[in-house]
């Protein structure tokens, strides 16, 4: 008799930020489009908008087809007001309550700016993310040469704080770039 094992293979799983501020309204239907497909090619997928905090849209996703689970998110995750947007609080709020959806295993995938309206960026939430994670990668929604500017209408970006943390970072303005940042995505 020859005893063989069958190798396992584990499959990836994805847990993605999304920012569902004013700032990054421009790109936030081809952002959740990106978030939809994804749900349908991995294990498990676990999808978070923040504002000034953390919305779980998972079941929007497991639940409605595309063009209604969009529409459902962008109804009722809605900015209260300008300059609301408070990562360093959602990540907190991450870790608190939903550390655990991060293991070895897991690709972490931040969409948004990094506009953070002079709140803390809570790096240390973001660092834990990061310990757990198998890698980290943020999409970048605005042109790189706007990355840690100053900008009176979102004031600061914390990108490059967060960057050093990261495994990549990518400019994602348009579908083109978008296409390429998710072609690199699991590619190590």
């Avoid at 004013?22 to 349908?40: E, K, N, R």
Wanted: charged share 30%.
């Amino acid at each position: 008799m020859v005893v063989r094992h069958r190798k396992r293979h584990l499959k990836p799983k994805l847990v993605v930020f999304c920012d569902r501020s004013v700032s990054t309204q421009h790109v936030m239907t081809f952002m959740l489009l990106m978030i939809y497909s994804l749900h349908d090619q991995l294990s498990r997928t676990r999808s978070f908008a923040f504002i000034d905090r953390l919305y779980d849209m998972t079941m929007y996703f497991a639940e409605s087809r595309p063009e209604e689970a969009i529409e459902r998110v962008m109804r009722e995750i809605r900015p209260t007001r300008s300059y609301s947007t408070d990562l360093g609080s959602a990540l907190g709020q991450f870790v608190r309550d939903h550390l655990s959806a991060v293991d070895h295993r897991t690709t972490v995938i931040v969409l948004g700016d990094a506009r953070n309206n002079e709140n803390d960026p809570n790096l240390e939430a973001f660092e834990q993310i990061c310990r757990r994670a198998r890698r980290v990668v943020w999409f970048a929604t605005e042109e790189r040469w706007k990355w840690g500017v100053y900008d009176p209408g979102s004031l600061s970006s914390d990108i490059y704080r967060y960057a050093p943390m990261c495994d990549a970072l990518h400019e994602v303005t348009n579908l083109r770039q978008l296409a390429d940042a998710i072609d690199r995505l699991f590619v190590r």
